[in-house]
């Protein structure tokens, strides 16, 4: 089985400031794992994803995450945050080792940045 | 470059009615997955075709609920006897392959069964 644990339902950042936004996974095997973002009234939008190889991994618009093997963790980080970055976050994992070919995806954290 | 679209975009019906949803996905793309998302969750998955075959439909929550993909490309999601719990925003992906290709979404329906 594969599941995601998205922490926090809301997270509140200033302008400016670094954001984090927390999940963890938990697989059998090994993890596929991704982030998306969903603005009001639109599809999710692919940010980036884990595979192998390097634990920090860069996606679009200035995000990224680190991968933790020992603490089965995929925190989303952002650097600067800016207001465009208010939106609802989902963390998603895959286990390559099983047979399911879809993700599992979080309860999702809504990010609100503060001009 | 065209991305999953996804038709209705909104579609009230009621209970008990019959309901079709169609997914059209990426050119090319050979795995197409549709999932659930109610309000204040995360997306849920339903059924997932590797081409024109379910490869796993073990998310469909009863046989009121079906989908077909006759020619490897575009799907149908169908919902009989729709119940009002069946309200939700319907999601389709598709991706190259499978594993770790990154799934594109759609839009989505938003389903409203009154």
């Known amino acids: 089985a594969q599941s995601v644990a998205q922490p926090e339902d809301q997270v509140n950042v200033a302008e400016g400031n670094p954001l984090t936004v927390k999940c963890t996974y938990s697989?059998?095997?090994?993890?596929?794992l991704f982030w998306y973002v969903q603005y009001p009234n639109r599809g999710l939008q692919f940010l980036l994803k884990?595979?192998?190889?390097?634990?920090l991994v860069k996606g679009s618009y200035g995000f990224e995450a680190e991968f933790n093997k020992s603490q089965t963790s995929f925190h989303l980080k952002k650097p600067s945050a800016l207001v465009s970055d208010s939106a609802l976050y989902f963390c998603?994992?895959?286990?390559?080792?099983?047979?399911?070919?879809?993700?599992?995806f979080g309860s999702g954290t809504q990010l609100t940045v503060l001009p | 470059g065209a991305g999953v679209s996804q038709t209705p975009s909104n579609k009230v019906t009621e209970k008990g009615k019959y309901v079709e949803l169609r997914c059209d996905p990426i050119?090319?793309?050979?795995?197409l997955y549709w999932y659930r998302q109610s309000l204040g969750q995360g997306p849920e998955f339903l059924i997932y075709?590797?081409?024109?075959?379910?490869?796993?439909d073990s998310g469909l929550p009863n046989d009121r609920f079906f989908a077909v993909r006759p020619e490897g490309s575009v799907s149908t999601l169908k919902i009989q006897r729709t119940e009002r719990g069946d309200s939700a925003v319907y999601l389709c992906?598709?991706?190259?392959?499978?594993?770790?290709?990154?799934?594109?979404f759609g839009p989505g329906t938003r389903l409203t069964v009154l």
């Open positions: 992906a598709s991706s190259v392959g499978q594993g770790k290709n990154e799934q594109f």
């Open positions: 697989v059998s095997g090994n993890p596929y």
């Open positions: 884990y595979i192998t190889g390097d634990n």
């Open positions: 998603a994992v895959r286990d390559y080792s099983g047979s399911a070919r879809q993700l599992t």
């Open positions: 050119s090319g793309h050979t795995a």
């Open positions: 075709f590797q081409g024109t075959g379910a490869a796993d």
